[in-house]
């Protein structure tokens, strides 16, 4: 859940944390948060250039010619 913080720009979202259930809050720019609760490290979900970058094939080719080996090195998700 993502809102919006009124009178500025910032974006809060909202993570559930995987250690005790509390709500996380997330505010834009901010890749971690503690939990208020149980003190657990809360991380945002981030997309890696793996996924969304043109030249990530001859980057990771590696990655990519295990993954037709069918290795388990391919791209985690």
Do not use: Y
């Amino acid at each position: 859940m993502a809102a919006k913080c009124p009178g500025s720009d910032i974006e809060i979202t909202i993570k559930t944390c995987p250690k005790c259930g509390g709500e996380v809050e997330l505010f834009s720019g901010e890749s971690r948060a503690k939990c208020p609760e149980c003190g657990h490290v809360v991380w945002r979900e981030v997309a890696s250039c793996i996924e969304w970058c043109p030249g990530a094939r001859q980057c990771f080719r590696h990655v990519f010619e295990a993954e037709k080996k069918g290795g388990d090195e391919g791209p985690q998700k």
